[in-house]
C-alpha cells in the first residue's frame, strides 16, 4: 500500500536537513521497497511570509491526508515579534492540537563514537538511552481558562490552567507502559503529586494502568527530583512519562546529557499511529544554507517514522545502523567534530547515510 508523506521543511536550517530526509526517503523508495509518495508544504515562518499564518489550512489538509509529516524547524528572529497568532510556535501548537498528536516521543541517547561531546563525564553518561513520553495536547499548554486581565487598582493579572481529565492521562500512560514492554520494562512516571491536585489524579490513574502491564515496573518521582537525577545519574531511567510542561523541561535537559542535540529525533503521535516527526533541535539561522547543519536528527526522524507510521520497521533499523556506521567511519558535521573525525557538510552526510543503506 502506497504511503504518503508530508515533508514541512520550515524555516532556517529547516530546509537544508529535509532535502537530506528526502533522499533519504527517495532512495528507500528507489533501492528498498519502500512504496511512497511525497509532498511538501508550508510551515512557521515560511508560511507565515507566503500566506500571513503560520499554519495555512491548505498544510492542515495535506496533513490529514498523510500517514507521516516530517517537519524540519520552525521560528526564528525574523518572526520573533509578530503577535501570539502569527509566531510560528502557533503553528506548531495547532497543528498538535488539530492532528490529536498527544503522544510525544523524546528518545535521548548517547553513540558511544560521541561519549565525549556530553558535558557529564564519560563514566556518567556512557551508555545512556532513555525515552521521555510526554503529553503533548494537554495540560498547562492548553489548559482553559487562561489570560492576561487588568484588575480595578490597574495591576495585571496572568493566568493558565494545568489540566487533565482521566481519560488524558490514561491515554498517554498506555503509550509509556507500550513503550516501556518493547524495551527494559521500567517505567518512572513524573509529577509534582506534593503539591498539585493534578499530579495526584495523574498518579492515581498510572498506578491504577499498572495493575494491567504487570510485565512493567512503575515507579513515580517528583519533577524537581527528576530533574536532579537527570544530571546526578541518568541511566537509572528507561522510560519517563510525563505531562506537557514538565517534559518540555525534562526532554531538554535529556537532550544535553548526550552533547550532541543535532543527533536527536522525536515523534508526536495519535491514537492511530499517524504522527509529526521532528528533530530535536531548533532552526539554527546563523547557519542557515552554509551547508553546515547535522541532518541526523531528521534521517533518525525518518526512522522513527517508519517504524511508528509507515509499518516498516525493518527499514527503521536499516536507516539507524546507516546513521551507526556513518558515524563509526569518523564522518561528522561541524556539531560533533572533534580533532581526529573528519569534517563534512550537510549534504555529504545525507549522501553517506544513503550510501551505507546499502551496505547494512
Ligand atoms: C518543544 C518546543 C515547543 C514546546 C515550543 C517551540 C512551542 O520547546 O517542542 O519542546 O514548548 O513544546
Ligand atoms: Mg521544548
Same mark, same amino acid.
Given at each position: 500500500?502506497?504511503?504518503?508523506?508530508?515533508?514541512?521543511?520550515?524555516?532556517?536550517?529547516?530546509?537544508?536537513?529535509? =532535502?537530506?530526509?528526502?533522499?533519504? @526517503?527517495?532512495? %528507500?523508495?528507489?533501492?528498498? +521497497? %519502500?512504496?511512497?509518495?511525497?509532498?511538501?508544504?508550508?510551515? +512557521?515562518?515560511?508560511? *507565515?511570509?507566503?500566506?500571513?499564518?503560520?499554519?495555512?489550512?491548505?498544510?492542515?489538509?495535506?496533513?490529514?491526508?498523510?500517514?507521516?509529516?516530517?517537519?524540519? !524547524? &520552525?521560528?526564528?528572529?525574523?518572526?520573533?515579534?509578530?503577535?501570539? !497568532?502569527?509566531?510560528?510556535?502557533?503553528?506548531?501548537?495547532?497543528?498538535?492540537?488539530?492532528?490529536?498528536?498527544?503522544?510525544?516521543?523524546?528518545?535521548? #541517547?548517547?553513540?558511544?563514537? %560521541?561519549?565525549? =561531546?556530553?558535558?557529564?563525564?564519560?563514566?556518567?553518561?556512557?551508555?545512556?538511552?532513555?525515552?521521555?513520553?510526554?503529553?503533548?495536547?494537554?495540560?498547562?499548554?492548553? /489548559?482553559?481558562?487562561?489570560?492576561?486581565?487588568?484588575?480595578?487598582?490597574?495591576?495585571?493579572?496572568?493566568?493558565?490552567? #494545568? =489540566?487533565?481529565?482521566?481519560?488524558?492521562?490514561?491515554?498517554?500512560?498506555?503509550?509509556?507502559?507500550?513503550?516501556?514492554?518493547?524495551?527494559?520494562?521500567?517505567?518512572?512516571?513524573?509529577?509534582?503529586?506534593?503539591? @498539585?491536585?493534578?499530579?495526584?489524579?495523574?498518579?492515581?490513574? #498510572?498506578?491504577?494502568?499498572? $495493575?494491567?502491564?504487570?510485565?512493567?515496573?512503575?515507579?513515580?518521582?517528583? *519533577?524537581?527530583?527528576?530533574? #536532579?537525577?537527570? &544530571?546526578?545519574?541518568?541511566?537509572?531511567?528507561?522510560?519517563?512519562? $510525563? $505531562?506537557? %510542561?514538565?517534559?518540555?523541561?525534562?526532554?531538554?535537559?535529556?537532550?544535553?546529557?548526550? /552533547?550532541?542535540? +543535532?543527533?536527536?529525533?522525536?515523534?508526536? @503521535?495519535?491514537?492511530?499511529?499517524?504522527?509529526?516527526?521532528?528533530?530535536?533541535?531548533?532552526?539554527?539561522?546563523?547557519?542557515?544554507?552554509?551547508?553546515?547543519?547535522?541532518?541526523?536528527?531528521?534521517?533518525?526522524? *525518518?526512522?522513527?517514522?517508519?517504524?511508528?507510521?509507515?509499518?516498516?520497521?525493518?527499514? =527503521?533499523?536499516?536507516?539507524?545502523?546507516?546513521?551507526?556506521?556513518?558515524?563509526?567511519?569518523?564522518?561528522?558535521?561541524?556539531?560533533?567534530?572533534?580533532?581526529?573525525?573528519?569534517?563534512?557538510?550537510?549534504?555529504?552526510?545525507?549522501?553517506? *547515510? &544513503?550510501? !551505507?543503506?546499502?551496505?547494512?
Amino acid at each position: 500500500m502506497s504511503r504518503r508523506v508530508l515533508l514541512l521543511p520550515g524555516d532556517g536550517i529547516g530546509p537544508d536537513i529535509v =532535502a537530506e530526509a528526502r533522499k533519504l @526517503l527517495t532512495a %528507500l523508495a528507489d533501492d528498498h +521497497g %519502500l512504496d511512497l509518495s511525497l509532498d511538501e508544504g508550508l510551515m +512557521g515562518g515560511a508560511a *507565515v511570509d507566503a500566506t500571513g499564518v503560520p499554519l495555512p489550512d491548505e498544510t492542515l489538509a495535506q496533513a490529514r491526508a498523510s500517514d507521516g509529516v516530517l517537519m524540519g !524547524a &520552525v521560528g526564528g528572529p525574523a518572526w520573533d515579534g509578530l503577535e501570539r !497568532a502569527q509566531r510560528p510556535e502557533t503553528g506548531l501548537l495547532n497543528i498538535r492540537r488539530e492532528l490529536g498528536l498527544f503522544g510525544n516521543l523524546r528518545p535521548a #541517547m548517547l553513540y558511544p563514537q %560521541l561519549a565525549e =561531546a556530553s558535558a557529564l563525564r564519560p563514566d556518567v553518561v556512557a551508555g545512556l538511552d532513555l525515552m521521555i513520553v510526554r503529553e503533548l495536547t494537554g495540560g498547562l499548554y492548553f /489548559g482553559e481558562p487562561r489570560g492576561v486581565e487588568t484588575l480595578p487598582d490597574g495591576r495585571q493579572r496572568g493566568w493558565n490552567t #494545568m =489540566a487533565y481529565d482521566s481519560a488524558e492521562i490514561e491515554r498517554i500512560g498506555r503509550l509509556a507502559f507500550e513503550a516501556s514492554q518493547r524495551r527494559n520494562g521500567q517505567l518512572c512516571s513524573v509529577d509534582k503529586a506534593n503539591v @498539585l491536585e493534578v499530579s495526584a489524579l495523574w498518579r492515581e490513574v #498510572m498506578n491504577g494502568l499498572a $495493575t494491567e502491564y504487570s510485565d512493567v515496573t512503575l515507579s513515580h518521582m517528583y *519533577v524537581d527530583n527528576a530533574a #536532579m537525577q537527570l &544530571v546526578r545519574a541518568p541511566r537509572q531511567f528507561d522510560v519517563m512519562v $510525563t $505531562t506537557n %510542561l514538565f517534559g518540555d523541561i525534562l526532554s531538554d535537559c535529556a537532550a544535553m546529557l548526550t /552533547g550532541s542535540i +543535532g543527533m536527536l529525533p522525536s515523534a508526536a @503521535l495519535d491514537e492511530s499511529g499517524r504522527g509529526l516527526y521532528e528533530p530535536v533541535h531548533g532552526s539554527a539561522p546563523d547557519i542557515a544554507g552554509q551547508d553546515k547543519a547535522n541532518p541526523l536528527a531528521t534521517m533518525l526522524s *525518518v526512522a522513527m517514522m517508519l517504524r511508528y507510521s509507515l509499518d516498516a520497521g525493518e527499514l =527503521a533499523d536499516r536507516v539507524e545502523a546507516a546513521v551507526g556506521s556513518v558515524l563509526a567511519s569518523g564522518q561528522r558535521t561541524a556539531d560533533i567534530h572533534t580533532e581526529d573525525t573528519r569534517l563534512v557538510g550537510t549534504a555529504a552526510m545525507g549522501d553517506a *547515510v &544513503v550510501a !551505507a543503506l546499502g551496505a547494512t
